[in-house]
């Protein structure tokens, strides 16, 4: 659910001890609003359905594999919750599905794909070293992992999860079973040790946690946790203090993580309250680097309407992030900086940061085209600068399409349509006013 509220100027606010950034004050565009530059989407994904005729399948989260032999034959890979893992070529085909894998027993859940990130350079038995793509398999609270082949053009995926692997949060399937479980991920490997982890947010709580995979002697893999950050719930504010507004039994959660392996950092979106910058290790205090409108809005959960009623905005929030604070991605511009790129929910835009300083330095939103309708509600995003042939030769932007346009059949009889859109990296650049 989204809570409006209107923009104020930024203030410095002090969260568990550690002082967040001020936001650059700046006009942040409501839904629809066509002041944010327009870019256009080049291809798009099959559509999805989320009911029992279309396998309940929904679009959540992108991931970009890059094909170093063959760019052109890069691969945008793309969780669909029950559906599975599904792997596109570059004009959005689909080309292999991945099944989740069904409920253990009666009354279970069955696997339910969230989020997905590939993990480079692991080194199997075999002598070969091979990417593989991580997904939170947020129905059985796994993380697995299937191994990427570009030698195999028409399955390059296999499934190379432990039969063992054990639940990443939960310490009871009836825990399991209520989604108290893997959620968003982001996987990196340490440069100076070369051991691979995964970080993985649990549905329903503030916890992040950190895992290192472990290749096991006959090819599988499985992961060790590590340690559990908890981002904060409460925050001191002029007015006193706030928590975001939480069904009960839920605590504000976060989805949205990605890596800067270089500099052993992360950022994490946590969906009501804004970005979080941490180490990549999770040994040290996060630090608030932006904040959604809604922060510090009082709130209080309506059982009946199963809504949090909003109530007058004091001020506290930020002017780019509009709840949830989704999708998180790392990019290199051709300058050679590096910036983030943001999904707010909210407002069906893209917010820009240099990673240098952390500081805005514009938005974007996908459009409607010609050819291919744009993207609303965005969840999981991806990026790479790297030219992939000439489908994309200045590099690739994914965003999951929350309301997928209906199919050229016409009316969809209500189900809910999601898919991936694929844009030109370049459009989007330049969009953002980024170098």
Same mark, same amino acid.
């Given at each position: 659910?989204?809570?409006?509220?209107?923009?104020?100027?930024?203030?410095?606010?002090?969260?568990?001890?550690?002082?967040?950034?001020?936001?650059?004050?700046?006009?942040?565009?409501?839904?629809?609003?066509?002041?944010?530059?327009?870019?256009?989407?080049?291809? /798009?994904?099959?559509?999805?359905?989320?009911?029992?005729?279309?396998?309940?399948?929904?679009? *959540?989260?992108?991931?970009?594999?890059?094909?170093?032999?063959?760019?052109?034959?890069?691969?945008?890979?793309?969780?669909?919750?029950?559906?599975?893992?599904?792997?596109?070529?570059?004009?959005?085909?689909?080309?292999?599905?991945?099944?989740?894998?069904?409920?253990?027993?009666?009354?279970?859940?069955?696997?339910?794909?969230?989020?997905?990130?590939?993990?480079?350079?692991?080194?199997?038995?075999?002598?070969?070293?091979?990417?593989?793509?991580?997904?939170?398999?947020?129905?059985?609270?796994?993380?697995?992992?299937?191994?990427? *082949?570009?030698?195999?053009?028409?399955?390059?995926?296999? *499934?190379?999860?432990?039969?063992?692997?054990?639940?990443?949060?939960?310490?009871?399937?009836?825990?399991? *079973?209520?989604?108290?479980?893997?959620?968003? #991920?982001?996987?990196?490997?340490?440069?100076?040790?070369?051991?691979?982890?995964?970080?993985?947010?649990?549905?329903? #709580?503030?916890?992040?946690?950190?895992?290192?995979?472990?290749?096991?002697?006959?090819?599988?893999?499985?992961?060790?946790?590590?340690?559990?950050?908890?981002?904060?719930?409460?925050?001191?504010?002029?007015?006193?203090?706030?928590?975001?507004?939480?069904?009960?039994?839920?605590?504000?959660?976060?989805?949205?993580?990605?890596?800067?392996?270089?500099?052993?950092?992360?950022?994490?979106?946590?969906?009501?309250?804004?970005?979080?910058?941490?180490?990549?290790?999770?040994?040290?205090?996060?630090?608030?680097?932006?904040?959604?409108?809604?922060?510090?809005?009082?709130?209080?959960?309506?059982?009946?309407?199963?809504?949090?009623?909003?109530?007058?905005?004091?001020?506290?929030?930020?002017?780019?992030?509009?709840?949830?604070? /989704?999708?998180?991605?790392?990019?290199?511009?051709?300058?050679?900086?590096?910036?983030?790129?943001?999904?707010?929910?909210?407002?069906?835009?893209?917010?820009?940061?240099?990673?240098?300083?952390?500081?805005?330095?514009?938005?974007?939103?996908?459009?409607?085209?010609?050819?291919?309708?744009?993207? /609303?509600?965005?969840?999981?995003?991806?990026?790479?600068?790297?030219?992939?042939?000439?489908?994309?030769?200045?590099?690739?932007?994914?965003?999951?399409?929350?309301?997928?346009?209906?199919?050229?059949?016409?009316?969809?009889?209500?189900?809910?349509?999601?898919?991936?859109?694929?844009?030109?990296?370049?459009?989007?650049?330049?969009?953002?006013?980024?170098?």
């Amino acid at each position: 659910m989204h809570r409006r509220t209107r923009l104020t100027a930024a203030l410095t606010v002090l969260v568990s001890g550690v002082t967040a950034a001020t936001a650059t004050a700046a006009t942040a565009p409501l839904p629809g609003n066509h002041t944010v530059a327009p870019v256009y989407a080049k291809a /798009e994904t099959p559509a999805l359905f989320d009911d029992d005729e279309g396998g309940n399948s929904n679009a *959540d989260d992108p991931a970009i594999w890059y094909d170093a032999a063959h760019p052109g034959s890069s691969l945008v890979l793309g969780t669909a919750k029950e559906g599975g893992l599904d792997v596109h070529r570059l004009d959005g085909t689909r080309l292999q599905t991945l099944p989740a894998p069904a409920a253990p027993a009666a009354g279970s859940a069955p696997g339910r794909f969230n989020n997905v990130d590939v993990l480079t350079g692991l080194r199997f038995p075999d002598g070969r070293r091979s990417d593989v793509a991580v997904v939170t398999d947020r129905g059985r609270d796994r993380i697995r992992f299937y191994r990427i *082949d570009g030698s195999r053009p028409s399955a390059p995926l296999t *499934d190379v999860t432990d039969a063992a692997v054990p639940r990443a949060f939960a310490a009871t399937e009836a825990e399991v *079973d209520d989604q108290y479980t893997a959620y968003g #991920t982001a996987a990196w490997r340490d440069r100076r040790t070369g051991r691979s982890y995964v970080l993985a947010s649990r549905r329903h #709580t503030a916890d992040v946690g950190l895992f290192e995979v472990r290749v096991t002697a006959s090819g599988t893999l499985t992961y060790d946790k590590v340690r559990t950050l908890t981002l904060p719930s409460t925050f001191r504010t002029p007015g006193g203090s706030w928590s975001p507004c939480e069904k009960p039994g839920s605590g504000p959660q976060a989805e949205g993580i990605t890596v800067d392996a270089d500099r052993g950092t992360a950022y994490i979106g946590q969906e009501d309250v804004g970005i979080w910058k941490v180490s990549a290790n999770l040994a040290a205090a996060p630090q608030l680097v932006d904040r959604t409108e809604q922060f510090g809005v009082p709130a209080e959960y309506d059982p009946a309407s199963e809504e949090c009623v909003a109530g007058d905005d004091p001020g506290y929030g930020g002017h780019h992030l509009v709840a949830d604070t /989704e999708g998180l991605t790392l990019l290199r511009a051709p300058s050679g900086r590096q910036y983030l790129i943001a999904s707010s929910q909210g407002d069906y835009t893209y917010s820009v940061y240099d990673t240098s300083d952390d500081r805005w330095t514009g938005a974007f939103r996908v459009a409607a085209g010609a050819a291919v309708d744009g993207s /609303e509600e965005t969840d999981g995003i991806a990026a790479t600068g790297r030219a992939l042939g000439t489908a994309f030769p200045h590099g690739l932007f994914v965003a999951q399409d929350g309301y997928n346009a209906p199919s050229a059949g016409g009316d969809d009889g209500g189900r809910t349509d999601t898919n991936y859109k694929l844009v030109d990296l370049a459009d989007v650049l330049r969009a953002a006013g980024v170098r």
